[in-house]
């Protein structure tokens, strides 16, 4: 299996602090992969390197053989930001259309996405009436919208009830298994068991990077919240 | 292509918005009937107020509605968005530009329609070179305020720019005292103030019956104003933020 994203030596300063510092992961194509951690650990950070919008101090990350925020790479990878980022102004279906124009896509695209978040229902509600967890599936429709290969979902399925959840779970594997490579973020340990391979990121650095089966392993428990909490804790030895 | 997708996406946004666009197109026509009665039997007066009011309310309402429109792209996160798309500066300013420079033309063609029919303004040349410069003059203010919102963290802060970009520009453009009598100094700042130039431009179709090579002069300078402040707009919007 090839590399989708690969991050080296990667340091970010926002603010005052370094929130990553030399971090170092890659991301197989393909794949589900979980980024999880604790809040503030860097994973917004994280991704928006991935997709090129974040100011970076040095290293170096490739995306599909290209650098983070090149030309090339716009039309192929798809961006759902933490707090969903479309037109309140515009119904549901007008957000996802003008999505869908800019990669030259038609309506029918668009519908089409409407659909596969289950939103199809409130096409022509206006995204200021729409609830929390409408609007975050709204603003994910914009995004899977142009069949990306590389799909960076930052909290994509908070708010969502159980079955929602699972049927967006469903939505992100099938993406997968058609070649698609899907980053996503969270904080929920039944949605890691999901991946195919997780990044535990504590701090701006790398804790694990393995399959959830593996990490339950390395951390001697079958239950992943205890896991990554044995983890986090081996770290803060390892670094006191 | 997604230059015109832009322009027709935020037509849209303000398609949803009856209370902005019944703002863009009643007020300064009701600002403008206010001056006809308080200037009533004192028509040159008016002919000349009005006019340069014609020139003016635009610039001031485009400036408004574009540096709060831009910046809830950047604080919403769908400016973020647009840039991990095929979406490149220049279709997001120009999308702006165009999108708002329509709604401006509407307002401009309602307000000078009428104060030349309804309220009796009387210009010399054609009341069609009005409407152009006060299109001019709206673009500008599109600019403009495309420019002010990077420098504007919150919707407050957007607000409190248009009296400082509005204000001195109003006071020093030869309305309320004719620039060739200001001091020096003011003069100067006044030369460097794009709507100084629109102001004059329309004083000259008020008094002469075909256009000037000042008025075409004048224009220029807007319009190369514009470039200007959009090319600056470019500069100030970054793929990558911190
Ligand atoms: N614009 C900013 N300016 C300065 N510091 C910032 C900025 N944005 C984030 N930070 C800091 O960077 C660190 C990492 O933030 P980040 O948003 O990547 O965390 P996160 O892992 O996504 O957290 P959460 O799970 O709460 O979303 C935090 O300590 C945060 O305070
Ligand atoms: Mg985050």
Known sequence: ???????????????????????????????????????????????????????VVSGRVTVLGHPAGSVPL????????????????????????????????????ADGAVDAVGLSGHAGQLVANLSGGQRSRASLACAIVSRPEVLVLDEPTVGQDPVLRDELWGHFRRLAADGATV????????????????????????????TPEAVKRSAGTGDLDQAFLTLIKRQELAAA | MILLSTVRRILTQLRHDPRTIAMIIVVPTLLISLL????????AVFDRIALTMLGVFPFVVMFLITSIAMLRERTTGTLERLFTTPVGKLDLLFGYGIAFGLAAAVQAAVAAGFAHWALGMDTAGSIGLVVLIAVANAVLGVA????????ARTEFQAVQFMPVVAAPQLLLCGLFVPREEMAGWLQAISDVLPLSYSVEALTEVGVHTDPTGIMWRDLAVVVAAVVVALVLGAATLRRRTA
């Open chain 1, 1 to 55: 299996m090839s590399t989708a994203i690969e991050v080296e030596n990667l340091v970010v300063r926002r603010g005052k602090r370094a929130v990553l510092d030399g971090f170092f992961c890659a991301v197989p194509q393909g794949s589900v992969t979980g980024l999880l951690g604790p809040s503030g650990s860097g994973k917004t950070t994280l991704m928006r390197a991935i997709v090129g919008v974040q100011t």
């Open chain 1, 74 to 109: 716009r039309r192929r990878i798809g961006y759902v930001t933490q707090a969903p980022s479309v037109y309140a102004d515009l119904t549901v279906a007008e957000n996802a259309r003008y999505f869908a124009a800019l990669h030259r896509l038609t309506a029918a695209d």
């Open chain 1, 183 to 210: 980053l996503v973020s969270s904080h929920v340990m039944d949605e890691a068991n999901r991946c195919d391979r997780l990044l535990l990121i504590r701090d701006g650095a790398l804790i694990a990077d393995d």
């Open chain 2, 36 to 43: 006809s009665f308080m200037y009533e039997g004192q028509p």
């Open chain 2, 144 to 151: 403009l305020g495309l420019l002010a919102s990077a420098f």
